[in-house]
């Protein structure tokens, strides 16, 4: 392979490699963003159970805040299922903890790794 050729794949594989951490940290940004907005919902559902302690799940103000909450939980489970797919890593099936994709036993919870 000539010089210059070496010089391209090279560039080229560099390029990748940034565009790859690029769109990481970008999804990492993304997820930032949504747990300060699923923290800030928590937070509202706490202030209407402090000023009603009388305050039911099927008030509509909870009922429309916890679909909220769990729609943003979604969301950040996703992303972060989709970070740990793009570093070669896949979800326990018991805790979820991102995992190298070999191993045969989660270092978290212990229990064996399917496939
Ligand atoms: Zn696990």
Redesign the pocket.
Known sequence: MEFSEKVKETAAKAGRTVNAWADCAAAHLDVLTLESSRDKLFAELGRLFYHDPSLTATDPRVVRLTAHLKEICAKIDAKKEAIASAKGKIP?S??G?PLPADYAF?P??G?PCEK
């Open positions: 326990c018991h805790c903890r989660c978290h919870c229990r």
